[in-house]
Nanobody, 123 residues
C-alpha cells in the first residue's frame, strides 16, 4: 500500500527556514519522480519542486534559489528545504509521487499524494 506522510510544517517569520519531510512507504522512491506541491487558500495547487528519477530537479520561478528538494532513498524520505521564506510561501504543502519512464527522464501523472502539512509565514 503506497503511503506518503508529510511532516515539518509550522509557523515561521519571514526570512526564516523550514525543512519539510515526506516519509514514503509501499514503494521505492528511487524509482519514481517525486515532487512538492503547495496550495494557498483560494488558489490552485501548484508544483514548487520536482526531483526526477534521473536526479534532475526543477523549481517554480517563485522559489528558485530559495528551496531545495532532495531525497534519502535509504530512509525512503523526500525533503524540501525552504530558506528565506516569504509570506506568499504560506500554504499547505503536499508530497507527491509519479511513475518514471524514459530512463528516468520523464514523469507520468502524479497519482500518489500525502495529506499535506501547513506552512505559515508571517511578516
Amino acid at each position: 500500500q503506497v503511503q506518503l506522510v508529510e511532516s515539518g510544517g509550522g509557523s515561521v517569520q519571514a526570512g526564516g527556514s523550514v525543512r519539510l519531510s515526506c516519509a514514503a512507504s509501499g514503494f521505492a522512491i528511487a524509482n519514481y519522480c517525486m515532487a512538492w506541491y503547495r496550495q494557498a487558500p483560494g488558489e490552485e495547487r501548484e508544483r514548487v519542486a520536482e526531483l526526477k528519477k534521473n536526479e534532475d530537479t526543477t523549481y517554480a520561478d517563485s522559489v528558485l534559489g530559495r528551496f531545495t528538494i532532495s531525497k534519502d532513498t535509504t530512509e525512503r524520505t523526500l525533503y524540501l528545504q525552504m530558506n528565506s521564506l516569504k509570506p506568499e510561501d504560506t500554504g499547505t504543502y503536499y508530497c507527491a509521487a509519479a511513475p518514471a519512464y524514459g530512463l528516468g527522464r520523464f514523469c507520468s501523472a502524479y497519482n500518489y499524494w500525502g495529506q499535506g502539512t501547513q506552512v505559515t509565514v508571517s511578516s
